[in-house]
């Protein structure tokens, strides 16, 4: 069985992402680890070339800054990468995403598991939100909860976005992929980096969704949704995580959206039936 792992980069490094640690931390498991790195204006090939690791296959490409179609350059970066791909698996990993060490025993052994299992596509990951330290996390229908990272090779897929996968059975119509849960966690730090970095990123990124970018203040959010994180975070990021005493605190006087309210209302009844109301792209068949 052979494992493919692959993300896109672009300034990863002016943006605060921790792509390092992203790529080192599946890297146990995978026999190569596929990335099309786009034009950058900082230290990001440095530094990917400095990790000397023979599994990395960087692949140079072109970002369309015409293509401002909801975010359909997106798309196509992690398609440049996912299609130069060679494994029986393909495992993508965005650049803030990292897996914790105690899971790869038993993200392979799921990927054995279901390799000869045709109504098996993809894997699901459960997901950690991060947010303002790293002691928080968000805990909210407006936040997707589980989210597929692995899938077969073998399979038509493609991502119209960047966001999720469609399978295409029929040449016009697409599907999400039927997945399993993998049992393990996939750690966000997103919105742990810096609000400098966020805001460097929104200002570079809004234009390929057609919108200008709008200032990002961590603490315009619901408190009621984050949370205290007791776990452990994965090793490789020790280095690069700030410390933080307690729960990260939002603006006590902040009004909550329109989209928020409902969000807070989604909650509600998710926490008296019983039902998880998150976005799912992906059909859970295992």
Known sequence: MLISGFTFLKNGQSLGYPFVESIRSILPIVNEFVIALGPCDDETET???????????????????????RGYVYGQQKMIAQFNCSGDWIFYLEADEVVH??????????????????????????????YGNKNSYLWSPGWYRRAPRILKNSIRSYAPDGLFWLVLEKNKVGRYP?????????YHYGWVRSEAQMNLKSEQVQQYWNKSHQAI??????????????????????GWLENAEDIYQADPHYQLSKKEKRHALMLKLENIFGLELSKKHYKLVR
């Open 178 to 186: 039927k997945a399993a849960l993998v049992g393990a966690t996939m």
């Open 101 to 130: 060490e105690d899971d790869l025993k038993g993200i392979r052994s799921s990927m054995e598991k279901y390799l000869n299992e045709d109504d098996v596509e993809a894997l699901i990951f459960d997901y950690i939100h991060f």
């Open 47 to 69: 530094m990917l070339l400095a990790m000397n690791e023979p599994k990395l296959k960087i692949i140079h490409t072109q970002w369309n800054d015409k293509m401002k179609d």
């Open 217 to 238: 203040n961590y603490s315009q959010i619901d408190q009621n949704i984050i949370k205290k994180f007791t776990g452990t975070h994965p090793e490789v990021l020790k």
